[in-house]
């Protein structure tokens, strides 16, 4: 990988190739009106009035994307903001953006670039030309400073934060081949997103247009930093064209272009183009371009040539403002960014490169890559990176064989690998999480960092000024106090207050262009052991299975009903134990629980490396056991009738509250997965996109079938429904119609009358404080008029913090989905983003009045990351906030509590550390409900 194989320097000899050409072509020109044979009658046509703009262009179309040789010579960015001070960080551990690549010392940001980066004394600083009193001194106190974050795909700013009908730009629906849309001609400025996306280290990003078509259209990459123009053009980092006063100029010299294309599902859906229809599109347009680049390469011959008669016969150059970027992607000056994600669909496109003669830059989500390597390396030119999630998949059939070791196998066949967020399908601000994730799973931390900042820089053919805090030629050396080096690198870098690769790793302070941008950041303290690069678990047998089984392995766990003896047992439900010891389970029941003797009929010892014996999780959000894969309605139990639209099938009856638990599914593949990482039991509750959910239902993960002993854990949970703005109905209608079915027995049926009686809770899908303010005056009302306590519960509940006083007060609590906020839409718009943006999140404002809390998921997929989910909310809280057992709460008792469920007390085994802990992994799930041992 480039950064760590071949390190780029900072200072390149490359000259304009534009200028150089341009030049020699005007040269020829003069050479032929000084010498050409008049008499010749192919020259003998005179030249026309525009010769030098026709030799200029002609010498022009094998220029490729360069950098100026001046480039690393510069004093200041492009992009420097004038009066904006420089900054001096000290004392810092360097990750520089290359394999090892790590310096203690300092880093000097000035005029908009990494000035210097090494170890240096006040003196030194002033010899630079810097005035101490002028100068921001940051000391970092050994804490960790890397590259900013770079997104090779997001879609902020023309997919909207919160979504709004009126700033959707993300898809054009007008053609399955658009290579002449840009998403700059859609990014919004003023996206709730730049923000919160900057607070989590994100510094640049890509945004493309959606994978609706084929060819989408054109990228661009810009800084998030706000701009006193505040237009989109003065974000971008680039740009392959320029103002000159008089009109718009390609830039000098080249620089490259970015091309959105998709294949498979997406264009399916959207157009009913089948993957035959998609790779028939994509090479009639790659055709057109072929014969606009045929013709234009014909004109010029003859320029060459010195035919001007014949070059006049021919008239204009030829163009085509419509394929012109394809024509680009020809002359090898567009990096391409590929939606696709299987076997069939990298084969196709790769014979595309092959038939037309072009790269592609990236595949992007490309779920299946890992199991094709060697296909992927047959591509055009060079063989393309992978941008992918960490453990997002199955949500349609494309991705269902999607892997968490995907990025360790890819990297070991010698492939980039490129963690990305689609944002917002994952939130950016949270993108180094993906890195995180994919060093737990496997991926040598170097190459970790390197997928979310020189990778991606890399790839992006901005290498030479993004991605790096790299070292460059010296420019003084000091022997008594050691080297500092002047560098051109943009001063994009990122202070965390842990190891970035550890979870929960929280900026101090972003800069890009040398500008801070969190204004009074907050900061918590983490423990020491979270300064270091987390010791991962071996993950080598299950990686080795994932390709194996062709992307799905077994799931489905040992069971041992006999006898288990776990030794090395580092604690016991968080009880630490003063040195290992062993504990013994017969038939899923604890026999012994401390310094235990291995019995001889044991049937299985397993040893936990001094691990964990915890107790076992509960997911609640998404329809786990009721959903396969979201895109197939074949795998699902299906979407509930919308009562408030008509239209129920009266043999339904009066009635017609569905239940979760007449629907459900076992064996699932996310399911299972859940299962593996410690989550033993999900509340899901009917699918609805209406009013009335129906029923929830409470089912073991592990089990293979209904009937099987344990496997549905309590029938009837919950009664939910859903109220928020934006649905064909009014709020107040909503409200209307649940006030009326909570206090008119006969028009609220069963299940209402028993929810206002506190029979059952009511689990009110909400997320705007206003409405859950409505909500708290109805359940007074309620209570009142029928003489008991409403159980109300409010899920997903983004903005319940604005009440917290007046939660605790009516008793009641809040589930929030997801537990790290979104403002996705408007009703989520008073999110509260927590550090570094303010110094309490949600979780603990809610806590801190007594309200009780439980947290949840909005996809099936992300279950398995629940153990990670509620320590990172532990760690948000700071070192007086949250405790272990409080935090273990959040997805144990306080769901149970909320939802009035008593579940199995299953236990977890965890091996080589505590269950919070990204050293450990699952082994085993100790079922005393189901009395069994299941090993995984």
Known sequence: MKGFDSAPAPRRALGSNILLLAALATCSAWLYLLGADSSTPATSHALPQNYQHILSTCASLHATPSIASSFHDRTESDRYVRGSEATWIRNASIWTGSRDGVVHGDVLLGRGLIKFVGSFNAQQVRDMGFELDKLKIVNANGAWVTPGIVDLHSHMGVDAAPSLRGADDTNSLHGITQPWLRSLDGINTHDMAYELSISGGVTTALIIPGSAGSIGGQGFTLKLRPTAERSPFSKLVEPPFAYNGSGIVPATPLRWRYLKQACGENPHGVYGATRMDSIWALRVAYNEARKVKERQDAYCAKVDAGLWRDVAALGEFPESLQWEALVDVLRGRVKIQTHCYEAVDFDGLVRLTNEFKFPIAAFHHAHEAYLVPDLLKKAYGSTPAIAMFATNARYKREAYRGSEFAPKILAENGIKVVMKSDHPVLNSRFLLYEAQ???????????????????????????????????????????????????????????????????????????????????????????????????????????????????????????????????????????????????????????????CVVPKDVGRVVDLKGGALAPGLVTFGAPLGLVEIDAESSTSDGVVHDVLRGGVPSILGSDPIIRAVD??????????????????????????????????????????????????????????????????????????????????????????????????????????????????????????????????????????????????????????????????????????????????????????????????????????????????????????????????????????????????????????????????????????????????
Not at 725 to 731: K, L, T, W
Not at 767 to 781: C, G, Q, R, S
Not at 864 to 893: H, K, Q, V, Y
Request: aromatic content about 8%; charged content about 20%; overall charge negative.
């Open 663 to 936: 629907g459900l599914q076992f064996s699932g593949r996310s399911a299972l997965l859940a299962y593996r990482s410690g989550v033993t039991h999900a509340i899901s509750a009917p699918v609805s996109y209406g009013f009335i959910s129906g029923l929830s239902a409470a089912v073991s993960l592990g089990a293979a079938h209904r009937l099987e002993k344990g496997a549905i854990a309590q029938r009837i949970v919950a009664l939910h429904i859903n109220i928020e703005r934006g649905a064909r109905e009014s709020v107040s209608t909503r409200i209307a119609a649940l006030r009326r079915l909570l206090l008119d027995a006969e028009a609220g049926g069963e299940w209402f009358s028993k929810a206002a009686k506190g029979e059952i809770p009511l689990v009110v899908d909400v997320a705007n404080a206003d409405i859950m303010a409505t909500l708290l005056e109805l359940k007074h009302e309620v209570d009142e008029a029928v003489g008991s306590k409403l159980r109300l519960v409010l899920a997903r509940a983004t903005e319940a913090y604005l009440l917290a006083p007046a939660l605790a007060r009516a008793n009641v609590g809040v589930i929030l989905v997801p537990s790290r906020p979104y403002p996705a839409v408007w009703d989520m718009a008073r999110m509260l983003p927590g550090p570094p943006l303010t110094e309490k999140s949600a979780i603990s404002v809610l806590l801190e009045h007594n309200v009780t809390v439980g947290l949840g998921i909005e996809e099936s997929w992300s279950a398995r990351n629940t153990r990670f989910d509620i320590a990172w909310a532990a760690l948000e809280s700071g070192p007086e906030g949250i405790s272990r057992a409080t935090a273990f709460a959040l997805a144990s008792s306080n769901l149970e509590k909320l939802l009035g469920v008593d579940l199995p007390r299953d236990i977890v085994a965890y091996e080589g550390g505590e269950m919070f802990s990204l050293s450990s992994k699952p082994v085993a799930v100790i079922s005393s409900s189901r009395e069994r041992v299941d090993l995984f």
């Open 437 to 595: 994730q994919a060093h737990y799973y496997g991926l040598d931390a170097d190459l970790a960092l390197a997928a979310v900042t020189s990778t991606p820089a890399e790839i992006l053919g901005l290498d030479h000024r993004l991605g790096f805090i790299q070292e460059g030629a010296p420019y003084v050396l000091i022997p008594l106090f050691g080297m500092f080096t002047e560098l051109g690198y943009d001063a994009d870098v990122v202070v965390w207050d842990s190891h970035p690769l550890s979870l929960g790793a929280t900026p101090t302070q972003v800069y890009i262009d040398g500008i801070a941008q969190l204004k009074d950041p907050f900061a918590n303290e983490k423990p020491s052991a979270f300064q270091k690069v987390p010791e991962t678990p071996d993950f080598g047998d299950e990686a080795k299975k994932a390709v194996e089984y062709d992307g799905l392995p077994p799931l489905t766990p040992t069971p041992n009903v006999g006898v288990v003896a776990f030794t090395n047992v580092g604690s016991f439900n968080a009880q630490a134990f003063s040195a290992p010891t062993t504990i013994v389970v017969e038939r899923g029941q604890v026999v012994c629980n401390a310094d």
